[in-house]
Nanobody, 126 residues
């Protein structure tokens, strides 16, 4: 059984920063790629960033490139999303997810992930 627990969300002014954490439990966690998705009210869940098991492959959606950084600490079974220069349009519930199978192909697709956390709210005020 894999469990993912996000933390670190909150209310921040535009231009501010937050660091999200995703703590994982369960076997074989470190062998799988992990991703962050977000869902704003009335919108579909969208890909934000992903990282493979070694950290050698990283991907971001265009809107967060240069502002967000994804990282992982396999020793702590934890993934992070450092979010800088936050904008009001970054407001959403942020979810971490574990990829269904080892690998990296199609890493932006929601269907590639099978375990999800409960989400953490990020609100950016203007």
């Amino acid at each position: 059984q894999v469990q993912l627990v996000e933390s670190g969300g909150g209310l921040v002014q535009a231009g501010g920063s937050l660091r999200l954490s995703c703590a994982a439990s369960g076997r074989a966690f470190i062998l799988y790629s992990m991703a962050w998705f977000r869902q704003a009210p009335g919108k579909e869940r969208e890909f934000v960033a992903a990282i493979n098991w070694s950290g050698d492959n990283i991907g971001y959606t265009d809107s967060v490139k240069g502002r967000f950084t994804i990282s992982r600490d396999n020793a702590k079974n934890t993934r992070y999303l450092q979010m800088n220069s936050l904008k009001p349009e970054d407001t959403a519930v942020y979810y971490c997810a574990r990829r269904r199978l080892p690998g990296w192909s199609n890493y932006i697709q929601l269907s590639q992930y099978d375990y999800w956390g409960q989400g953490t709210q990020v609100t950016v005020s203007s």
